[in-house]
């Protein structure tokens, strides 16, 4: 079974800081990884994926990550912060041919001016 | 709009109540889910239906009885709720192969 740990259930940054949120996953076979985002009262939107292609992925709103299977690891950046990327941020990941999704907990992104 | 429609938005009922949730998606996919996002805890995984046949039920009460008619719609019907149950109740759909879900905007319930 596969499974995602997300470290940090809050994470705090200054507008226009680095933002790195991190993701490890547990997978047996090769996985399909994904980034989502939820606003207030929202649902969850999709941020990025990977499903086996580049290992560097480019998401919206200038998110990107970056797949190392060596560290087992997909952990979500950006190069700098606005005060409207403040949300949670939920990793997640699935196995080939099996829709299913398993989600870390999740990540609250804070940002302060 | 995310082309997955969740009504309503917000529901108050009662604890003798019934009532349904609905979710509706045009967007081709064919497996549908039920998440329940309750305050400090993970998603929950509810149920799962691919191609109209329900695949998945994760340990949940029967109080909870999902519906799903045709590929474009599902249905969540409720009674004698708990307060424990009040939560974001998420739709999502996905096309087969684990490519991703499409969210709708959830349905904020309240039980009373």
């Known amino acids: 079974a596969q499974s995602v740990t997300q470290l940090g259930s809050h994470v705090s940054v200054s507008e226009g800081a680095l933002v790195l949120l991190r993701c490890n996953y547990s997978?047996?076979?090769?996985?399909?990884l994904f980034w989502y985002v939820q606003y207030p009262n929202q649902g969850l939107q999709l941020l990025l994926k990977?499903?086996?292609?580049?290992?560097l992925v480019k998401g919206i709103n200038g998110f990107e990550a970056e797949f190392k299977k060596s560290e087992t690891s997909f952990h979500l950046t950006k190069p700098s912060a606005h005060m409207s990327d403040a949300a949670e941020y939920f990793c997640?990941?699935?196995?080939?041919?099996?829709?299913?999704?398993?989600f870390g907990k999740g990540t609250m992104l804070l940002v302060s001016p | 709009e995310t082309g997955v429609t969740q009504t309503p938005r917000h529901l108050v009922m009662g604890m003798t109540n019934k009532k349904s949730l609905k979710c509706e998606q045009h967007?081709?996919?064919?497996?549908m889910y039920w998440y329940k996002q309750s305050a400090k805890k993970p998603l929950e995984l509810m149920f799962v239906?691919?191609?109209?046949?329900?695949?998945e039920n994760n340990s949940v009460p029967s109080r909870f009885s999902p519906e799903c008619p045709n590929s474009s719609h599902l249905f969540l019907h409720l009674h004698t709720l708990q307060p424990e149950d009040s939560a974001l109740y998420l739709c999502a759909s996905s096309p087969r192969g684990g490519d991703g879900y499409t969210f709708g905007s959830g349905t904020r319930l309240t039980v009373v």
């Open positions: 997978s047996s076979v090769p996985p399909y």
């Open positions: 990977y499903t086996s292609a580049a290992t």
């Open positions: 239906y691919s191609l109209e046949e329900r695949v």
């Open positions: 997640a990941v699935s196995v080939l041919g099996y829709s299913t999704l398993t």
């Open positions: 967007l081709g996919h064919n497996a």
